[in-house]
């Protein structure tokens, strides 16, 4: 059994990974620490988890009781929390803030995307788990760039729900806001811009094409919806080669040929993927669970890598569908 | 030309009441006050006003300047703004907070509903605006008060979008949780309850069944679908003919034989009653629109009354229908 | 491994029913049947199943080839199933359909809630699933009859989302329609009350008082609320020790001690309860995820208590909580 | 008075058109055919106009009796209605299908985007009224075309609400599908883009760049969200110059400074356009109600240009807000 501890447990990222955890054969939940909540059951939070745990919010970090630690804090409170602690040496660390996503100096986490780096994480025992914007739009793309194919400007809108915002509420996340609305943001301006650009020049170095990227606010809860295109000079059939070879031993993403919807995926750490070929540009949509393939189910998947355990490992999740 | 203030004219109910008197034919509006937002444009803070006012929040109440005033503060409030403030002796007040709508010693409010009250309301000059819950449910009610006919216990449940909170940003407001999901509130205790049995008890004298009722939270932004019922002893017709006679002249109630749906009344100031007949219980529905007939549309009617307009004046609202 | 089959296999409920199969750690699904989908992948149609399935709809009835049916057509059409067919002696049935579910000459059939009949379920070969609201409401008064404490009127009001309507489009549940909308229908007179009653003289022979129930479409897909009330003379204390007695032992039926909103049971089969008293009546609220513990999840306890499996196996569903 | 009858009654346009219509100061509805619907009372089928209205649908056509007719049959059906119909020469028409939105031989229907082409629709009898996507998008456009500065690519993604997809029941019209769902389809072909491109090279002839269209179902009932971009190597404050003196005019189009939302524009016939500049590429979004700008909102602006009125009469329609 990986012995776990989560930190930070009280917010959106936390209360996924403990939906996930808490049923996956090969995991124990040493401790979920959050200081808000010290002393409260976990379920008394993250209250749909009622009759499936009974772990209680802990303050205390039993660091050298776990092989493996959750990062769940906010942007920037992970690099203060390696700042504060001097951690165990045998002690793996999956960091779902933003903090070590980008290569600079001295951050000797691995970028956790499982498509892109599989075999690097593997063997790693510190990872960045990437944004979800970021992991939908990755998709649409790295089997174009593993083969030098990203030769034009990229055009990227993706459409978010309201958990991707997290959970202290606002005005954009009132109800009687968002229901029947919609609003863009961040317009080519979107923060997960930097770790796309550098998994994109991972596999094709030199790539310096523009960046262009809409991202919306959706009225939906869960799910990320990505459309992106982009000159592409062959066929699509062999669009659908390219990414089914890439894709080939990657178990969450699957190229479909009819024309997919968001639903398809919520509730599931899967990754779905539609390619249409018009005029000189390929169209690639990609749909993904924001808080699960966006986020605690790719972290549980990492886990799962570094631990030599199968990657489906305690996700095979039952789809929501409606 | 009725002029016109608002004061609070930040919130919800201040909003809809100027989306109504911008174009209501007799009306000025005069000034709109806001502490927090004096010096700012009001289709600001209420940007669907864009090109609709160029009116700007003042911090001034120019008390003189106009016939009457609209308090949309927040509960309690109105109390404390009558105890700083010495009103002009011709200047007709309507407060839309629960503060004066129960009868006691010194209240010189009339309840301002319209269907039980308009031969008062239009010789008053101080109106206490119904709640919104209050309002739809005793247009269910009022007619079968009116002829003593409240015989037995009544039974009521109301579902409330979410405009009916405010708009102060909460846990159940927000949008990852209130979208799909249903929760009662003040069961049995909503603060509703005392308008009600005051109305019913000024029809039926010594009214003193037990009142049930149970408030749940939809996850709609607009209207309030109440359904009610109690022990009837005639019959179906016997019922129509009560309530069509009860609301022969009273323009906005409409008593359909077809089971309605909440969207009919949806941005209007109607209400729709349904009655159905089932064993020894009369089973009533209303519909109506929170913000419209339940605050501002009847703060409107109200003031149409009090300065000797048709009723409907300003009120011929195009419904969104979807 | 339990070897089963599903007859009907493309609706909702059968949907459901595969989404939890799939990975139930004891079965092996060995037919799915559709006429109209014949020969199609299970996946083309339940289009979330990607990659979780391999299945193909077939017409042929292997009957002999399984050791449990699931019967998911339409009501009616379960009757006219066992009209045609002669079914292997060894074979045991679980219905989804309303046609077995009252108790009648000649019909052999169990009523499959097993917090009312579980020891009986255990031992039987044909189960009638019960219905969605008559799970959701069922829940609500067990515990009182149990005790004989159904002694005044029950009132009953239930709010369902658009999946209990099942998936052919009509007027109702067109988006544009029911869209932040809502209304009543079958008002007293929904077809669920027949069982309702039936397992209520079960336990509390005689139980003749008049049972109210307006049921509420809600604009929510998934899930049903259910607010109860009925005289009780004991304390709220007393009340919550009988439902605690009464659900004590059942794994899926949770008594809350704070005010729960629906999406705390979404995507589960779980069953929360909660109780507050109120001058002499007991309100009960019950919430269920009307395609897991109101169908497809309580076919699958039921076949679990069947073949003497834990009553849980396969249902540790993550919540979709948002 | 202008004396209207409308042709098509009893689809969603047409009830839009009633619910402007009816309170419209200087028309008279005379007529309101509907072959499904004959001898059925107008607010049957429209219920939220109860009380709105009398009017009865009827099967003739009493063409010499109103001064303009609403076409708001389906697409194909106005060009069948022309070849079975002789009209009165003094008859206006506006047809809101797609008939006639094209120039070709022998077609002498003017395209009414009053945006575009206001003069020539006042001295006009016959008017093509735009597409709900192809007037949002045009109005992102036109400034642009308008100075010749259509000089790259045009990338467009637009979010469509239900009502844009009609009445007729279908599945990706039903609320477990839609709710909470996102889908693209006709991407880069959707039939709008047509007009679209004649629009733009009626003001930038010779306009030849590609047009990258990306239509996408949202989940919400009305409104049209359009993010385009295109390259542009001014500045943001002469591309806001170059917006507002082409809309300066322009009753209904508003520029604005703060990033917009689409409920702004709900339930009117205004349209709100946003405009960043990045790197060298101008960003543009634009908000408009598919059901009134997008439809029968514009059909009215044409018709009060057509009769000489101010192109605001009647559609000073009350938000919904919320």
Redesign the interface.
């Known amino acids: 059994m990986v012995k776990v501890g989560i930190i930070g447990g009280a917010g959106?990222t936390a209360?996924?990974l403990l939906?996930?955890l808490i049923?996956h054969p090969h995991v124990e939940l040493v401790f979920v620490q959050s200081s808000s909540n010290a002393g409260n059951p976990v379920s008394?939070v993250?209250?749909?988890?009622?009759?499936?745990t009974d772990l209680v919010f802990t303050d205390a970090l039993s660091l050298n009781d776990v092989n493996v630690v959750f990062l769940c804090m906010g942007h920037g409170k992970s690099k203060e929390f390696f700042e504060r602690n001097t951690l165990p040496s045998h002690l793996k660390v999956v960091d779902l803030s933003h903090d070590f996503r980008l290569k600079r100096e001295g951050n000797d986490f691995v970028y956790g995307l499982p498509e892109l780096n599989r075999n690097v994480i593997k063997k790693s025992s510190r990872i960045a788990n990437p944004g979800c914007f970021a992991t939908g739009i990755q998709l649409t793309l790295l089997p174009l760039a593993a083969n030098n194919l990203l030769t034009g400007e990229v055009?990227v809108?993706a459409?978010t729900?309201?958990?991707g915002a997290g959970?202290k509420?606002?005005?954009?996340?009132?109800?009687?806001?968002?229901?029947?609305?919609?609003?863009?943001?961040k317009?080519?301006?979107h923060q997960h811009e930097g770790e796309i650009i550098q998994s994109l020049q991972q596999l094709q170095p030199g790539f310096d094409k523009?960046f262009?990227f809409?991202p919306?606010r959706?009225?939906?809860?869960?799910?990320i919806?990505v459309?992106a295109?982009i000159q592409f000079e062959g066929t699509l059939e062999e669009a659908k080669d390219l990414y089914r070879n890439f894709y080939a031993d990657h178990?969450?993403v699957?190229l479909?040929e009819?024309?997919?919807?968001?639903?398809?995926?919520?509730?599931?750490n899967?990754a779905?993927i539609y390619l249409?070929k018009?005029?000189n540009?390929l169209?690639i949509?990609s749909l993904t669970d924001n808080?699960i393939k966006g986020a605690s189910g790719q972290a549980v998947q990492n886990m799962n890598l570094m631990f030599g355990m199968d990657e489906k490992t305690g996700l095979?999740?039952?789809?929501?569908?409606?």
């Open positions: 959106y209360g996924e939906r996930i049923y008394k993250h209250d749909d988890l009622l009759g499936d055009h809108q459409i729900g309201s958990t959970q509420p606002t005005e954009t996340s009132h109800f009687s806001w968002r229901n029947n609305n919609l609003s863009a943001y317009i080519f301006e523009e262009n809409v919306i959706g009225n939906h809860t869960r799910g919806f459309s295109y178990p969450f699957f479909v009819k024309n997919p919807a968001l639903k398809q995926v919520i509730n599931t899967k779905i249409e018009h005029r540009k169209v949509i808080l095979n999740l039952k789809p929501v569908a409606f």
